[in-house]
């Protein structure tokens, strides 16, 4: 019956996560990146975006050994709006009794470039300032990371900007320096960084809830309806020896607003300013329309920049600063090697039962005369 349940099924929700304290800042932070030999290139294995809406899309599946080979599948999707991050700065870090500690941060104060400034000469003091940080990194950092800030430029209600720091994959001490004198004071877009079909780890802070009970927090059963003192509540808290609360227990507190990383995340699609990606038609929807809904998304608007789309579900509400990595988990199946032929994004408004997928089309559908 359902009331043996509760012996079977005591809770809702793993105790892995505990303790469910709420997060300091909105801005989450990684602290593990993709490990790779230092024969590589070196790369930037971060970016970040903000959180737009959910949508569906129409695509064709592509594994050979499912039954549903080229059959159309419906698949949930996010969509992110990326726009450009800066190189402001250089982290340096090195081994202190075992420890990961800051040695030194590289940060210009000006936004121009360094060729710009007027008294960046060999016998100014800047100058002399910047070789001597240049060299006690070079001869006693281990690692270093780029100091990035997210260059938000939309429409939003969004104005602040992020400081987030970046680990750089692949190269040694040298090149990773010089690559940072490249783009130091630059921006950097997502199709620099990420491509379609990639797969990525995305970090982000879920939708807070405030303090909460234990019915709603751990989804426990209620107690019959007579029960006195009241029945959204544990029965028994522990055994009267050892006389304390064991973590075990479902106790009330905070909900909603942690840090959580999702793994092993594939791009659908990545739309550019730049080219014609950025908009939502494909081979088999020729109409040429923008990603953005009929009257906007809701609580977020019109999407001005760059973005991408992204398999399942992300935590956070709208306009929620989302990091996206390389994934660390190298994960090899069907799923994640599958190409992905898009067939259809569905921008229909997100407000109610939306008919049309775009103005043209409601113009054409409707059968609009013009004067």
């Known amino acids: 019956?359902?009331?043996?349940?509760?012996?079977?099924?005591?809770?809702?929700?793993?105790?892995?996560?505990?303790?469910?304290?709420?997060?300091?800042?909105?801005?989450p932070s990684s602290k593990t990146f993709k490990e790779i030999l230092p024969i590589y290139y070196p790369y930037i294995s971060q970016f970040t975006g903000l959180k737009v809406a959910s949508t569906h899309v129409l695509r064709i599946s592509n594994i050979v050994s499912s039954k549903?080979?080229?059959?159309?599948?419906?698949?949930?999707?996010?969509?992110?709006?990326?726009?450009?991050?800066?190189?402001?700065?250089?982290?340096?870090?090195?081994?202190?009794?075992?420890?990961?500690v800051k040695l030194k941060t590289i940060k210009f104060k000006r936004n121009p470039v360094i060729e710009t400034f007027h008294n960046f000469s060999e016998n100014s003091n800047l100058f002399k300032n910047f070789k001597f940080s240049l060299n006690y990194i070079i001869k006693h950092s281990v690692f270093f990371?780029?100091?990035?800030?997210?260059f938000i430029k939309t429409n939003s209600n969004i104005r602040k900007r992020y400081m987030f720091e970046t680990d750089i994959i692949g190269g040694s001490a040298k090149t990773k320096l010089e690559f940072w004198l490249k783009l130091n004071q630059k921006k950097i877009f997502i199709n620099s960084i990420f491509h379609e079909n990639d797969i990525i780890d995305t970090i982000g802070?879920?939708?807070?809830?405030?303090?909460?009970?234990?019915?709603?927090?751990?989804?426990?059963?209620?107690?019959?309806?007579?029960?006195?003192?009241?029945?959204?509540?544990?029965?028994?808290?522990?055994?009267?020896?050892?006389?304390?609360?064991?973590?075990?227990?479902?106790?009330?507190?905070?909900?909603?607003?942690?840090?959580?990383t999702l793994f092993n995340?594939?791009?659908?699609?990545?739309?550019?300013?730049?080219?014609?990606?950025?908009?939502?038609?494909?081979?088999?929807?020729?109409?040429?329309?923008?990603?953005?809904?009929?009257?906007?998304?809701?609580?977020?608007?019109?999407?001005?920049?760059?973005?991408?789309?992204?398999?399942?579900?992300?935590?956070?509400?709208?306009?929620?600063?989302?990091?996206?990595?390389?994934?660390?988990?190298?994960?090899?199946?069907s799923l994640i090697t599958e190409k992905i032929i898009l067939k259809y994004v569905d921008t229909s408004s997100k407000r109610g039962h939306g008919r049309f997928e775009s103005s043209a089309d409601k113009f054409s559908k409707l059968n609009f005369r013009g004067k």
């Open 1 to 27: 019956s359902y009331r043996d349940r509760k012996f079977e099924h005591p809770r809702i929700g793993s105790l892995g996560f505990l303790p469910k304290k709420r997060s300091s800042r909105i801005f």
């Open 68 to 100: 549903l080979y080229k059959n159309t599948i419906i698949d949930e999707v996010t969509l992110l709006e990326c726009p450009p991050i800066e190189i402001v700065g250089l982290c340096s870090y090195s081994f202190s009794s075992g420890k990961l």
């Open 145 to 150: 990371r780029f100091l990035c800030s997210t």
């Open 205 to 260: 802070i879920t939708k807070g809830h405030g303090t909460k009970g234990v019915v709603s927090r751990w989804g426990i059963t209620r107690l019959p309806r007579k029960t006195h003192r009241g029945l959204r509540k544990v029965a028994c808290i522990g055994p009267w020896t050892p006389s304390r609360v064991a973590w075990t227990i479902a106790r009330a507190g905070q909900k909603g607003y942690h840090k959580r």
């Open 265 to 333: 995340k594939k791009i659908y699609k990545i739309g550019s300013e730049e080219n014609f990606s950025y908009y939502s038609n494909s081979l088999s929807d020729s109409i040429i329309k923008s990603v953005n809904c009929m009257g906007g998304f809701k609580k977020f608007g019109f999407i001005n920049n760059d973005y991408i789309i992204i398999k399942g579900s992300i935590p956070g509400s709208s306009k929620r600063p989302i990091i996206m990595r390389k994934n660390i988990k190298n994960k090899i199946s």
